[in-house]
């Protein structure tokens, strides 16, 4: 007799067009920075792009990849380039991913 996997955790989280679009870039440019080094994307970075793009406005991500999306936009938002919209929709994207994390 086998057990079954244990079932990873999700959290729902909700995005708006713009924060969808602040998400998607900031993992693009994850893609690209590891790609310029010649090396290869982490897989994770694929699926929470695939995630976002796929339809609604509900995104369903796991612990990890909360966590992973997290850090990079906070490395996002802290660069000097990145424009003051795209800093305050993914700020609003950070306090989402910590509102579902903590609850």
Do not use: F
């Not at 993992?27 to 694929?46: F, G, I, V, Y």
């Not at 966590?67 to 906070?74: G, M």
């Amino acid at each position: 007799m086998s057990s079954s996997p244990p079932e990873t955790e999700t959290y729902e989280v909700t995005l708006s067009r713009d924060e969808q679009w602040v998400a998607h870039h900031a993992l693009s440019n994850h893609l690209d920075a590891a790609l310029d080094a010649d090396e290869k994307p982490p897989e994770w970075t694929l699926e929470v792009l695939e995630t976002i793009e796929a339809d609604g406005d509900t995104e369903r991500l796991t612990g990890s990849q909360a966590d992973r999306l997290y850090d990079t936009l906070a490395t996002y938002v802290n660069c000097e380039e990145t424009p003051a919209r795209d800093v305050s929709d993914a700020t609003t994207v950070l306090a989402r991913l910590e509102d579902v994390r903590t609850d």
